[in-house]
């Protein structure tokens, strides 16, 4: 059974630009959720997806936003870069809503903004 | 909104000696789940808690929720090198429908 896939794995954009993330989930999962980490922070919740609607939102600005297609591939979009976006963006996608079963998460991109 | 505080932020222990990371919610929660990432990897589930004090154990490790459903432990008994990593715990509160991560435990384990 194929896992969590994330693409791409690693990026460089420069402050200003707007980036696609790209994630897809494993078969039969309907949930999936964005997280944002960064050293000493933790993860921070972007948002969760679930059978194509935002279920939750975490506190981030409007420049970082989201959807969630049939087949429950998910991406997240961030625009108007900015350096402290720089971060490593993990998503998790679980069988059912977020915290109610166990989350699988991806390896990973890593965004690097200059 | 709820927050979810995870103590020490970081331990350094010698191969065999034991560790505790502590789990604090500022609300009740409906359950509680461990995650562990290895250095360079992501977080892999580890177990969910849900019954007001509640014990599970995983091996060397023991999991525990309090009676309050607000605050949770993993303790690691004689730890080894493979145990390297950080341990984060992530509470969901029903009010809020959301799955919130504490900032993780660091543990480093000295041969």
């Known amino acids: 059974k194929a896992g969590v896939t994330q693409t791409p794995r690693y990026l460089i954009k420069t402050r200003g630009q707007q980036v696609t993330l790209s994630c897809s989930p494993i078969s039969g999962h309907r949930s999936v959720s964005w997280y944002q980490q960064t050293p000493g922070q933790g993860l921070q919740f972007l948002f969760e997806y679930f059978s194509e609607t935002q279920r939750n939102k975490g506190n981030f600005p409007g420049r970082f936003s989201g959807r969630q297609f049939s087949n429950s591939r998910s991406e997240m979009n961030v625009s108007t870069l900015e350096l402290g976006d720089s971060a490593l963006y993990l998503c998790?996608?679980?069988?059912?809503?977020?915290?109610?079963?166990?989350?699988?998460f991806g390896q990973g991109t890593r965004l690097t903004v200059v | 909104g709820q927050q979810v505080m995870q103590i020490p932020q970081y331990q350094h222990v010698q191969e065999g000696e034991d560790f505790t990371t502590y789990c604090n919610s500022s609300t009740t929660l409906s359950n509680i789940q461990w995650y562990k990432q290895r250095p360079g990897g992501h977080p892999v589930f580890l177990i969910q808690l849900v019954k007001s004090g509640e014990v599970k154990k995983q091996k060397r490790l023991t999991f525990q929720f309090g009676e309050a459903k607000k605050n949770s432990s993993l303790h690691i008994t004689a730890t080894q090198t493979t145990d390297v990593g950080t341990y984060f715990c992530?509470?969901?509160?029903?009010?809020?429908?959301?799955?919130?991560f504490g900032k993780g435990t660091m543990l480093l384990v000295s041969p």
């Open positions: 998790a996608s679980s069988l059912d809503k977020a915290g109610n079963t166990e989350a699988f």
């Open positions: 992530a509470g969901l509160n029903s009010g809020y429908s959301t799955l919130t």
